[in-house]
T-cell receptor, first 114, second 115 residues
Framework: DAGVTQSPTHLIKTRGQQVTLRCSPKSGHDTVSWYQQALGQGPQFIFQYYEEEERQRGNFPDRFSGHQFPNYSSELNVNALLLGDSALYLC?????????????FGPGTRLTVT | KQEVTQIPAALSVPEGENLVLNCSFTDSAIYNLQWFRQDPGKGLTSLLLIQSSQREQTSGRLNASLDKSSGRSTLYIAASQPGDSATYLCAVNNAGGTSYGKLTFGQGTILTVHP
């Protein structure tokens, strides 16, 4: 049973560019959440998707947007990249559409903005 | 707004010691609390999940306790090993309102177990 998978593993972008990160949830999970983890910090909640809709959002600007597909996989898009967007981006999935259950995390995508 | 604090920020112990990591949170209206392990540059591995109605959970050498009324949780690691070296993160999941299913993390405790 595959766990949560994310792609790509690493990414280097230039300020002002746009980036798309991808996540496939654990089998049987239908809710996907995205987190940003800066170096030396705990992860910060970006947003959560269920039934292809954004259900709740953390304190992140509109440059951060997402999408969930019918197969429950998800994308995180970041526009107009800033140096401060450099971080590890983590995807988490949970079952049954509530997010209240145990959340399982993927390996993350390391984004470096130069 | 939920805030989570972990103490200590870093801990270095010799192999074989028993140790305790602390987590405190400001809003006691939690649904559950998870302890995670993170190796450098890697994702998070869930260690234990405690529902708000539970007092503790155990898995092998790990035991996590929860005192919701005082806003505290502890992770106890018995007979520590060098392979336990990692960052340990505490995260709370609040119930109801707009915090539906969102995890709020502490900053983590960096644990080093030396042979």
């Amino acid at each position: 049973d595959a766990g949560v998978t994310q792609s790509p593993t690493h990414l280097i972008k230039t300020r002002g560019q746009q980036v798309t990160l991808r996540c496939s949830p654990k089998s049987g999970h239908d809710t996907v959440s995205w987190y940003q983890q800066a170096l030396g910090q705990g992860p910060q909640f970006i947003f959560q998707y269920y039934e292809e809709e954004e259900r709740q959002r953390g304190n992140f600007p509109d440059r951060f947007s997402g999408h969930q597909f019918p197969n429950y996989s998800s994308e995180l898009n970041v526009n107009a990249l800033l140096l401060g967007d450099s971080a590890l981006y983590l995807c988490a999935s949970s079952p049954l559409g509530t997010g209240y259950y145990e959340q399982y995390f993927g390996p993350g995508t390391r984004l470096t903005v130069t | 707004k939920q805030e989570v604090t972990q103490i200590p920020a870093a801990l270095s112990v010799p192999e074989g010691e028993n140790l305790v990591l602390n987590c405190s949170f400001t809003d006691s209206a939690i649904y559950n609390l998870q302890w995670f392990r993170q190796d450098p540059g890697k994702g998070l591995t869930s260690l234990l999940l405690i529902q708000s109605s539970q007092r503790e959970q155990t898995s092998g050498r790990l035991n996590a306790s929860l005192d919701k009324s005082s806003g505290r949780s502890t992770l106890y690691i018995a007979a520590s090993q060098p392979g336990d070296s990692a960052t340990y993160l505490c995260a709370v999941n609040n119930a109801g309102g707009t915090s539906y299913g969102k995890l709020t993390f502490g900053q983590g405790t960096i644990l080093t177990v030396h042979p």
